[in-house]
């Protein structure tokens, strides 16, 4: 390499800008892409590993620039060329990588085995995979930022601006050309920026054009890539007739006989079945338990809403019973486009019928956006846990669902009809000894009624199980605002013995046994409250401040027992809550490792830096602090934009631009003793906002356009990322001036900010869990209010030792990459 040139004086090639835009286009683009292939090839919970890791890699790339004496004599272009020409190279053998490595991650918790060993390193292969494709990128940005000198505003806008397109491409991208091909993609664009900026007919030039044909060659053509190895206890898709990726989970199509089942995200979700249009035929509903509702309204309803529609099954069952007019809701537009093109001769042109309204959005949305009443609304039985967890499978929501909550409990009784019904159905492994959905739905739908100032809830509920020996058990409730009338009651005990394994549990008038969920359904309140504090799961009501539906074991348990064995086929015995705190031991050890470890190489440097303990709580704070407002953002505001997807990209997005405008002005109240007490107030105002006002801000505007809504979005978080962007550059402008290195010191703070920032992106969700939104938002702005108080005294430090705190704007970003606390 060349050595280093003074800022702004390389040879001509792509410029700066547009080099660093395209590469943080370029990984935004890798990191969004790898949350849907790491969803699908292991579990939902797994995409921690993307976000941590990707954060890993960025702030160790820039940990590399501050510790490596070589990157001082590089000039910027050639490092420019090199790194995204390795870039390109290791995010494409990355991919291979991590799609083929073969892997059983329930087999980790078989203790002391063979086995568990095994995929403890897989797994650890598959954590250093995803960090070393980040690594070329905070390299790249850690240089380029360190050497702009007076050019640093314009750079860091293009670094941010590339990350924001980066974010509003991912979903369309992700939907045209799979996760995987977006992958290549990114290495793409790292390719091109290399050819960009090296010299013409040279070596590096050569060996990216030839790199980036190599790329186009596999992006163009649709199965050119290796598809992704699933994981051992997941269906491979083998067999499958078709493949589509969406934004919300990977849909394989087997066919079976007479119908067509479908995998969401390689395991079984729903199905399609044949149907000619003759709606006389569909017999078969008779006796499923899908004519439950029907039975209880004796009658067709006239207006119905399905949520969850998926392949059709109960829109045929609707139309079979008379239903003229079926509204159905599905999120996921891959299945919605295999009923509407692909299977749509298969189907009957089921969704072309005068009597059907098929729809692709979030059912939440939709329901808020109906005007009128239903006489029925049907929450779709979710076979399976990729079914139930299809609208959290991307990024930072793990299995929270705004569908089963208190709040929507509600809200769907108020928009029944006197008469109507609310009807929800769940898939039990066992629900005569471990019923934890039907349990947790029934206290959690009580508890609706009763904030809808109803008094006898007993008397709102029918319930009645469908118990097998084999194939999983199922559980019918239908809910009503107005209570049961006795021929209500009485239609739903009499069409019980017509459909096969099946027991009534409850329904108002009637002596049908006891047991729990009999207890549960009508019981007393205090009854109730002493069945719930018996049961060995948590099957406390949920509500929107901490929708996790699926959560039923406390992370005390788990901590608890966390040395002893658990039923690795049983989902609920607590294997997503473990594997939530290996992905946090990962990633403090990755982060020690990778971030803090490197300063041993520079240790009579670090070891001269003044007020380190200090220092270090403040960027700490920062790291931890800033994780927790934006992650718990992104949940809260998945239930106002639809999509998990759309809150992450618009979320993110908001949050990049904002933070980098507050980092930029932060320059101009630098040195002021009343900046932090006055960003701190600023905070403390925001902070009570989204306590006191957010929810039902979003809840009046639920009913608006996807625009509007993104709109409001960016508005609501652009002050709070304005407030937070400054923090991190004041202390860094703080700390350069405390001793005689100032660059080292900035590194420093940047690694110890890096280290919270990734231990944060999986704490956050498991406070979530255990807290709610709202008090992991009030642990953050405690959070700030601690490193407020450890600046104060880095600024006294500084004030005594002489030292002026004036920054430009946007110097700070000049010396490292932000790593996440920005």
């Not at 995803?130 to 000198?149: D, E, H, K």
């Not at 004519?291 to 529609?309: H, K, N, Q, T, Y």
């Amino acid at each position: 390499m060349q050595p280093a040139r003074p800022a702004g004086r390389d040879a001509a090639g792509i410029p700066r800008w547009l080099a660093l835009a395209l590469v943080s286009l370029a990984a935004l683009l890798l990191e969004v892409g790898y949350t849907r292939i790491v969803s699908y090839k292991l579990w939902y919970y797994y995409t921690y590993l993307v976000i941590g890791l990707s954060l890993l890699g960025v702030g160790s790339g820039a940990v590399l620039v501050a510790v490596a004496k070589p990157f001082r004599r590089w000039d910027t272009r050639s490092i420019i060329t090199w790194f995204s020409l390795g870039g390109a190279v290791t995010i494409a053998l990355g991919y291979l990588v991590v799609a083929r490595i073969g892997i059983n991650t329930i087999a980790i918790w078989d203790y002391g085995t063979r086995a568990s060993f095994a995929n403890v390193a897989r797994l650890g292969v598959i954590c250093l995979t995803l960090f070393a494709t980040f690594i070329a990128f905070g390299v790249i940005v850690a240089v380029v930022l360190g050497r702009a000198g007076d050019a640093v505003g314009r750079l860091y806008f293009a670094d941010l601006a590339g990350a924001g397109l980066g974010c509003l491409l991912a979903i369309p991208l992700i939907s045209w050309l799979g996760p995987p091909r977006v992958v290549m993609v990114s290495a793409l664009v790292f390719a091109g920026v290399a050819a960009g900026a090296a010299a013409r007919r040279s070596p590096p030039f050569v060996l990216a054009g030839m790199v980036a044909l190599v790329l186009a060659a596999v992006v163009v053509p649709r199965d050119v890539l290796p598809d992704v190895r699933v994981e051992d206890r997941k269906e491979d898709g083998s067999g499958a007739e078709y493949s589509g990726w969406g934004p919300v989970f990977r849909v394989d199509v087997v066919p079976v006989g007479d119908r067509a089942l479908l995998l969401h995200d390689a395991t079984y979700g729903s199905g399609i079945w044949r149907f000619d249009g003759d709606v006389a035929s569909l017999t078969r509903f008779d006796t499923d338990p899908r004519a439950l509702p029907f039975r209880v309204l004796g009658g067709p309803p006239e207006r119905e809403l399905i949520i969850g529609s998926a392949g059709g099954n109960e829109i045929l069952a609707s139309i079979y019973f008379g239903a003229p007019r079926v509204e159905a809701v599905e999120l996921n537009p891959v299945t919605v486009s295999l009923l509407e093109d692909r299977y749509a001769d298969f189907t009957g042109r089921l969704a072309e019928r005068p009597d059907v309204e098929l729809h692709q959005g979030d059912g939440r949305t939709y329901l808020a956006r109906s005007e009128g009443r239903y006489d029925l609304v049907w929450f779709v039985a979710p076979d399976s846990y990729a079914a139930t967890n299809a609208a959290s499978s991307g990024a930072f929501v793990l299995s929270e669902s705004y569908l089963y909550t208190k709040d929507m409990i509600a809200e769907t009784l108020e928009h029944l009809d006197d008469d109507g019904i609310m009807v929800v159905q769940f898939g039990e492994l066992d629900a005569e000894n471990r019923p934890n959905r039907t349990a947790r739905y029934l206290v959690t739908a009580r508890e609706a009624l009763e904030q809808l100032g109803v008094e006898n809830p007993a008397d709102h509920l029918l319930l009645a199980l469908e118990l097998t020996d084999d194939r999983g058990d199922l559980s019918t409730i239908v809910v009503k605002r107005t209570p049961f009338t006795a021929r209500e009651a009485d239609r739903f005990v009499a069409a019980i013995p017509g459909i096969p394994h099946h027991v009534a549990v409850h329904a108002p008038g009637h002596d049908l046994g006891d047991g729990l969920l009999a207890g549960l359904a009508g019981g007393t309140a205090r009854q109730v409250e002493d069945l719930v504090a018996s049961y060995p799961k948590d099957i406390s009501a949920i509500t929107d401040d901490a929708p996790f539906f699926w959560h039923f074991t406390p992370f005390r348990d788990v901590i608890g027992d966390i040395l002893e064995p658990i039923e690795v086929l049983d989902p609920e015995d607590a294997v997503g809550e473990r594997v939530l705190l290996l992905l946090l031991a990962f990633a403090t050890v990755y982060a020690a490792v990778f971030l803090l470890a490197p300063f041993v190489f520079v240790r009579r440097q670090w070891r001269a830096l003044p007020r380190k303990g200090t220092s270090a709580v403040y960027f700490f704070a920062l790291g931890v602090g800033f994780m927790l407002y934006e992650i718990t953002m992104i949940q809260r505001l998945v239930r106002f934009l639809g999509y998990p997807t759309y809150s992450l990209t618009v979320t993110l997005a908001a949050i990049l631009v904002s933070t980098g405008i507050g980092s930029l002005l932060s320059g101009r109240v630098a040195g002021r003793r009343a900046t932090m007490p006055l960003l701190l107030a600023a905070l403390a105002l925001l902070t009570a906002f989204y306590q006191l006002a957010l929810d039902d801000l979003t809840d009046a505007l639920q009913d608006q356009s996807l625009g509007v809504r993104v709109a409001v979005t960016v508005a609501l978080l652009a002050p709070l990322g304005l407030c937070l962007g400054m923090f991190m550059p004041l202390g860094l402008g703080t700390v350069r001036v405390l001793g005689d290195d100032g660059e080292q010191y900035v590194a420093w703070s940047w690694a110890v900010n890096g280290f919270a920032s990734v231990m944060g992106s999986v704490l956050t969700t498991i406070l979530s869990m255990a807290f709610g939104f709202r008090l992991v938002q009030l642990g953050a702005f405690a959070l700030y209010v601690v490193a407020a108080l450890a600046f104060a005294r880095l600024a006294a430090a500084a004030r005594a030792a002489g030292a002026a705190i004036v920054l430009q704007a946007g110097e700070p970003a000049a010396d490292a990459v932000p790593v996440g606390g920005t």
